[in-house]
C-alpha cells in the first residue's frame, strides 16, 4: 500500500505569512494527489487536484506542486479563515483512497 | 446544487448493525463514483469504501472488509452503507462523498472527493 506522509504536523503562523505542507508518497504517484481543508465540525473541502489545479471557487493564494514522491501546498498569504486542518489524498493503484495523516495550522 | 445528506447513524453496542444513508441531488447519480469516508473523534481521514457509478464494482478499505457492504439505488438517488459486526473503532463521523472522475473508480490522476455530506455520527458502545 502506498502510504503518504505529510509534513509538519502541527505548524503555528500569523495572518499575512507564506507557508508550506508537504506531502511524501511511499512511493511515486506521478500527478495523482489532491489536497483538502477541513474546519472543526465541518465536511472537508476539495482545494487542489491532480496535484497543481485550483479546484473551481478556491482563492489563488492556494497552490499545490510536486509529482512523483514529494508534494507541496503552499499559501501564499494566510488569512483568517485559513487556520484549519489539510490532508493530502490519493487514489492508489488498488483503488483505494488513500488520505494523509494531516497538518494543523494554527494561529501563532 | 450539489447536495448530499447522510442520515442513519446513532448509538448502537458492539456486535450490532447499522445502516447509513446518503441522499444525493443536484447533479445525475448514476454517473459518478461515490464514497464513504469516516472520521473517528480527533481524529484523521479515514476512506471506508467505494461504489462506481452503475454499482457493479465495489471496494472496500481492510479495516472494514467482509464487515460493510456498500450499495447504492440509483433509481432512488441513494448511496448506502450496511455495517455489521460494528466495533469500538468505528465510532467516527461517516461522510460520504463524490469522486468526480469517472464512473468507474480508475486511478485516473484527476481523483478527488468534489462534494461532501455535512456526515452522521455513528458511536458503538455498550
Known amino acids: 500500500d502506498i502510504q503518504l506522509t505529510q509534513s509538519p504536523s502541527f505548524l503555528s503562523a500569523s495572518v499575512g505569512d507564506r507557508v508550506t505542507i508537504t506531502c511524501r508518497a511511499s512511493?511515486?504517484?506521478?500527478?495523482?494527489l489532491a489536497w483538502y481543508q477541513q474546519k472543526p465540525g465541518k465536511a472537508p473541502k476539495l482545494l487542489i487536484y491532480?496535484?497543481?489545479t485550483l479546484q473551481s471557487g478556491v482563492p489563488s493564494r492556494f497552490s499545490g506542486s510536486g509529482s512523483g514522491t514529494e508534494f507541496t501546498l503552499t499559501i501564499s498569504s494566510l488569512q483568517p479563515e485559513d487556520f484549519a486542518t489539510y490532508y493530502c489524498q490519493q487514489l492508489n493503484s488498488y483503488l483505494m483512497y488513500t488520505f494523509g495523516q494531516g497538518t494543523k495550522l494554527e494561529i501563532k | 446544487e450539489v447536495q448530499l445528506l447522510e442520515s442513519g447513524g446513532g448509538l448502537v453496542q458492539p456486535g450490532g448493525s447499522l445502516r447509513l444513508s446518503c441522499a444525493a441531488s443536484g447533479f445525475t447519480f448514476s454517473s459518478y463514483a461515490m464514497s464513504w469516508v469516516r472520521q473517528a473523534p480527533g481524529k484523521g481521514l479515514e476512506w471506508v469504501s467505494a461504489i462506481s457509478g452503475s454499482g457493479g464494482s465495489t471496494y472496500y478499505a481492510d479495516s472494514v472488509k467482509g464487515r460493510f457492504t456498500i450499495s447504492r439505488d440509483n433509481s432512488k438517488n441513494t448511496l448506502y452503507l450496511q455495517m455489521n459486526s460494528l466495533r469500538a473503532e468505528d465510532t467516527a463521523v461517516y461522510y460520504c462523498?463524490?469522486?468526480?472522475?469517472?464512473?468507474?473508480?480508475?486511478?485516473?490522476?484527476?481523483?478527488?472527493?468534489?462534494?461532501w455530506g455535512q456526515g452522521t455520527l455513528v458511536t458503538v458502545s455498550s
Open positions: 491532480a496535484a497543481s
Open positions: 512511493q511515486g504517484i506521478s500527478s495523482y
Open positions: 462523498a463524490k469522486d468526480p472522475t469517472l464512473p468507474r473508480i480508475a486511478a485516473a490522476g484527476t481523483n478527488r472527493f468534489d462534494y
